[in-house]
């Protein structure tokens, strides 16, 4: 009921949010191209080249792979042992990064926020009175904006902290580091896009 589980049947071990349910699970397949450029469009906004990062780790080889609409970053060699699990008995495995609309977009979901923080380009910081706003789901005014990445352009991809430096969640900027500067207090700085919030407020829908 907290939103974590087994990666598998045997019982390994998940970290809180990375591993999810998913009824009759079929074998997961690799993206196809197109699908592959939208996951990819959308990570390049908030981590730029640092997306190669992902995929050319120290610690194993590590690949996207797609089952019911939902996009997966999973270890090869956990996911090949998988293979070896019954479909029934499989309950999941690898990290959640975002889920494909009927139309095609993908969404990136705050099941990705550790690696999506990891790597990110551009960063904003949420005044202390601003954050529970944040992860009830409401964009960033000028009012709660303690600090914005230099360089920060319009509409680019920034990942959301508290003062102390803890991810909260994802947005787009609505405005540019220069313009945040010479902006109205309840000017909209950040559009929201994610927060750990909904790992309360959204849990039905994390698997």
Same mark, same amino acid.
């Given at each position: ?28 397949r690799?993206?196809?191209?197109e ?11 908030y ?25 997966y ?11 070896n699990?019954?479909?029934?008995? $499989? ?25 999506v923080?990891?790597?990110?380009k ?12 944040? $992860? ?19 509409y680019?991809?920034?990942v ?5 430096? $803890? ?33 309360v ?7």
């Amino acid at each position: 009921g907290d939103g974590s589980c087994c990666a598998v049947s045997s019982g390994i071990n998940a970290e809180y949010g990375h591993y999810y349910i998913t009824n009759n699970l079929s074998i997961m397949r690799p993206l196809t191209e197109e699908e592959a450029k939208a996951l990819f469009e959308k990570l390049a906004k908030y981590i730029g080249e640092n997306m190669k990062l992902l995929l050319e780790r120290n610690d194993g080889n590590y690949v996207f792979r797609y089952h019911k609409d939902k996009v997966y970053y999973v270890n090869e060699m956990i996911m090949k042992k998988a293979t070896n699990i019954g479909r029934k008995e $499989l309950i999941s495995l690898g990290t959640m990064f975002g889920k494909f609309s009927k139309g095609g977009k993908f969404k990136l979901h705050i099941t990705a926020l550790d690696f999506v923080s990891s790597y990110a380009k551009q960063k904003v910081w949420l005044k202390p009175g601003a954050e529970q706003q944040f $992860l009830y789901g409401n964009n960033v005014t000028k009012a709660g904006l303690g600090r914005i990445s230099a360089g920060t352009e319009k509409y680019d991809g920034v990942v959301v902290y508290n003062m102390s430096d $803890l991810p909260l969640g994802f947005g787009v900027a609505a405005k540019s580091t220069v313009d945040c500067k010479n902006t109205e207090p309840n000017t909209i700085v950040v559009f929201h896009q994610a927060d750990v919030g909904e790992y309360v407020r959204a849990e039905a829908t994390m698997s």
